[in-house]
């Protein structure tokens, strides 16, 4: 029965041991953050950070990160008050059906605490293992940016 | 914004007191005139309090039955209804494609939601302001024309006031609309025309509860899919005694070839249908058509022509030269990020609620009440907002089983989300295509007829109140059939979208062959038939300058008459800097236009492309679009929506073509279905001729057409070599640049 460190609280968790982080997070936890999109590590909706590290969830078990600082998009910001990079989203109005922003946000965070000002090549290929089907992909890119920025 | 209304609140918080009241009285518009026709949905229902509550707590609720797919309406929508009824946006709550409460608006699809809802919201808006504006009147004891009102309070010049939830006591606007009211001239309009931030953002951006998948009832079970291996595969064996046993496994479903199982936990469902997947025989059909051969088996089926417009040269003259070619397109999917996803409750009431991300609630939940054989009155459908869809995807399929799924166990919530696999292989495809295209030309290279044949399965298998339609109902023991498609909507519309030019040839032939079987499953996919159409008109005439020696831009406006077409080609062409780019080897540029439809968004494209002669990939260096949407109710949102059109169909032409044969769909993951990824999505300029007094035109799908074929041409542009079969990926491009 992993014990998971999520935003900074700890929650003892009744599930078998190879159950998927993402399950965990979305079902037992209820956390919205991290989207369900392939459970294959393919297009990166499942995003969340490990000890500061981009972590596809959807093919992480819980168990294996037992103990470890677990973020997700909530631990970043709320809705009343969003994270300068979650403001960023929204004042770019970078996004269509926002089923991406999850991943999307999470890598960027990932980038920025390594590299505080990237550069557009940067970010792009960061974000390269990211799907975003809408084509909001040069306002994400402006978001982040702008990030770095302000 | 509150995902699912609760029936019950919502009728105690909108009064029921007993008052008849009409301010336009139809007597005093005179017998011999015909009452004002009512613009959009409003014309389909008229009565005002379909469509706005004025509810308790400062609150306006708006109703709709368009629906929220990442394209921005309801942020439309509440500017509209906002600047129309002079209130606040804050205030107005909006309740979006929930069946038991909003007005029948059909389908939310083919760039139409602001020109037949969005007209709707604002006269049923400026109408409930002018009664309310009546009743204060009264109240006041004021003529309306001296009463001012701010954010839904009227003052009248001696400083008397009456608030909107004040003079709303109990069934005022439960009248009809008149059409008589009048909408804001732009210069009063605060709201319409501004950049007013999206609603659903901030949620999306943080975490907040606005997908379907968030929702989470009490007592909710997690649902999977087992579906067939290929199109038309038949069930021949389950063992599921075994599985049954599994943990956390709470009924599997069978019903013909229809197999589901759900369980307390998600990962227990997935495990127990990968169990049941491993236990399946399936009995495969024998032959059928494949990927490779699709093209052949179009032009070889058995069609339905469709004269769609024939006017030939009448002038004599006698053409110098005929020029053909032919254009093929596979099969697209719509690839939505987030698999499509559907909740179910069969209540003790014996209504079936389902929570769905379908473009079409009304007609959908009718289609599921055929399919299950229930009253359609007993069927409610609540839109909740999935990923993007552009187009019908498997939203509606999956609202179909998860109502199977639930009925098996009434009185619990079963949340039933597609696989990526299920996604990928199930939902409908946009159709491959072939067209052929063939001029006759003087001796200058102008042209004198032109002739198009396209050859298309539907692009319309949407459920249209049918259960045939939906994807379960072929599989049950008493199974569905799909209906015979009909290539519907009128020449111009569906397979042959923009199949008739826009260009004032002296003579156009356009014959749309309509086949009503299919190849691989498929309905309307973002453009429909207008992508590939575009593409080979755009592609043809393109072809034709060149053999001119003309500009291409030139040589198109040589048979552009409309002026607001004219505008956008000239402007797209400037913005790129047409007329001072210079060849460089390698580099190509290239350039296209259509108007949606025929009658909806103008646009233009022109495009910069490095070709790689040695690896055949082709890099799109930057890209310029002007478009003429009409009048803009939010630019950036149109912006937006154009942007991500060219990133779509650039990703459509650049790499995507789904592969399958008769054991089955092969795009099976983001593996073997690549899209267009950050690093290869180029800069995007667009730029937007506002028309602030011309109707809405909407923008959805307008730039898949000319994005293709501006990419189409900038390769010839670069390469001298005129692909005409997509998608260019660097073996294609390599082979053509080889031969």
């Known amino acids: ?150 | 914004m509150n995902i699912v209304t609760n029936r019950r609140h919502f009728l105690k918080t909108t009064g029921s007191l007993a008052v008849s009241f009409s301010l336009f009285d139809m007597s005093l518009v005179g017998a011999q005139q015909a009452a004002p026709v009512l613009p959009g949905d409003l014309k389909t229902s008229p009565k005002l309090s379909s469509w706005l509550r004025i509810e308790a707590g400062g609150k306006v609720r708006l109703l709709v039955g368009k629906v929220e797919l990442g394209q921005g309406i309801l942020t439309a929508f509440t500017q509209l209804c906002a600047d129309e009824l002079d209130i606040e946006p804050a205030r107005i709550v909006i309740t979006s494609g929930d069946t038991f409460l909003v007005p029948d608006e059909g389908v939310t699809a083919g760039s139409q939601s602001l020109s037949y809802g969005g007209v709707a919201v604002r006269q049923a808006s400026a109408e409930a302001r002018a009664i309310l504006l009546d009743l204060a009147a009264k109240k006041l004891g004021v003529e309306p024309e001296k009463l001012t009102i701010k954010d839904g309070t009227i003052s009248a010049p001696d400083g008397k006031k009456a608030t909107y939830w004040e003079l709303v006591t109990g069934k005022e606007l439960e009248v009809p609309a008149s059409g008589l009211a009048k909408i804001k001239p732009t210069a009063e309009r605060r709201y319409i025309g501004q950049n007013m931030p999206r609603l659903d953002i901030p949620a999306k951006a943080t975490g907040g509860q606005i997908f379907i998948q968030d929702l989470r009832p009490e007592g909710m079970l997690h649902a999977r899919m087992v579906h067939p291996p290929a199109y038309n595969a038949k069930l021949l064996g389950l063992d599921s005694a075994k599985i049954e046993k599994m943990r956390g496994v709470v009924k599997i479903v069978r019903d013909g070839s229809f197999v589901g199982v759900i369980a307390e936990r998600e990962e227990q469902a997935i495990a127990a249908a990968e169990a049941l997947r491993q236990s399946s025989q399936w009995e495969l059909p024998a032959t059928g058509p494949s990927s490779e051969t699709v093209h052949d088996w179009l032009l070889a089926q058995k069609t339905k022509d469709l004269f769609i417009k024939d006017s030939p040269d009448k002038s004599g003259a006698v053409p110098a030269n005929t020029v053909e070619a032919t254009w093929r397109r596979p099969y697209h999917m719509h690839a939505t990020i987030g698999p499509s996803t559907a909740l179910g409750t069969l209540g003790a009431d014996g209504v079936m609620t389902i929570q769905t991300h379908s473009q079409s609630v009304f007609e959908t939940g009718a289609a599921i009440a055929q399919m299950l054989d229930m009253d359609v009155a007993k069927v409610r459908c609540q839109h909740v907002q999935g990923a993007g869809c552009y187009g019908h995807n498997g939203a509606d399929d999956v609202a179909a089983e998860v109502a199977l799924l639930a009925r098996a166990i009434p009185g619990r919530p079963v949340r039933l989300q597609w696989s990526r696999n299920d996604e990928h292989k199930w939902e409908p495809y946009g159709s491959a295509m072939v067209i052929k295209t063939k001029a006759t030309l003087d001796n200058k290279g102008d042209i004198l007829d032109w002739t198009l044949d396209l050859w298309s399965t539907s692009h319309g298998t949407r459920p249209g109140k049918k259960a045939g339609n939906l994807l379960p109902a072929w599989m049950l023991e008493k199974p569905f059939e799909l209906p015979t498609p009909i290539n519907n909507g009128g020449p111009n519309y569906a397979a042959d979208r923009n199949g008739i030019a826009l260009y004032d040839f002296p003579g156009q032939k356009v014959t749309t062959h309509f086949i009503e079987t299919f190849a691989a499953r498929a309905s309307s996919t973002r453009g429909l038939g207008a992508y590939a159409n575009v593409f080979s008109i755009e592609g043809f005439i393109d072809e034709l300058a060149a053999r001119a020696k003309a500009d291409p831009v030139e040589y198109r406006l040589r048979y552009l008459k409309d002026e607001r077409a004219r505008a956008v080609l000239t402007k797209a062409a400037e913005m790129f800097g047409w007329d001072k780019w210079t060849a460089e080897p390698g580099k190509g540029r290239g350039i296209a236009f259509a108007r949606y439809k025929n009658i909806s968004t103008y646009a233009a494209v022109a495009m910069e492309v490095a070709v790689d002669k040695a690896s055949g990939k082709v890099r799109v260096l930057r890209v310029c679009c002007a478009a003429d949407a009409g009048e803009l109710v939010s630019p950036d949102g149109t912006k937006n929506q154009l942007e991500g059109g060219i990133i779509q169909s650039l990703s459509w032409t650049l790499k995507e073509a789904v592969r399958f044969d008769v054991r089955g769909v092969k795009s099976e993951d983001w593996t073997s279905y690549p899209i267009l990824t950050f690093t290869e999505v180029p800069p995007i300029t667009i730029e937007l001729i506002d028309r602030p007094t011309a109707p809405f035109l909407g923008a959805g799908e307008a730039t898949q057409g000319p994005t293709g074929a501006a990419l189409a041409n900038a390769v010839f542009n670069a390469t001298n070599v005129r692909f005409r079969e997509m998608p260019f990926t660097p073996a294609r491009v390599k082979a053509g640049l080889s031969a």
């Open chain 1, 1 to 150: 029965m992993p014990i998971l460190k999520v935003n900074g609280q700890s929650h003892n968790v009744a599930v078998a041991d190879d159950a998927p982080l993402l399950f965990v997070l979305r079902n037992d936890l209820k956390l919205n953050g991290p989207k369900f999109g392939c459970g294959l590590s393919q297009c990166g909706a499942c995003t969340v950070l490990v000890d500061g590290q981009p972590v596809r969830s959807c093919v992480t078990s819980a168990d294996s990160v037992a103990g470890q600082e677990i973020t997700t998009l909530e631990g970043l910001g709320t809705t009343d008050k969003p994270s300068k990079l979650q403001q960023a989203f929204i004042d770019e109005q970078a996004a269509q059906c926002g089923y991406c922003l999850n991943g999307v946000i999470m890598r960027a965070k990932a980038l920025l605490d390594t590299t505080p000002k990237p550069t557009e090549g940067e970010v792009r290929a960061a974000l390269d293992g990211h799907l975003c089907r809408c084509g909001a992909h040069n306002r994400i890119v402006r978001a982040v940016l702008r990030a770095s920025r302000d």
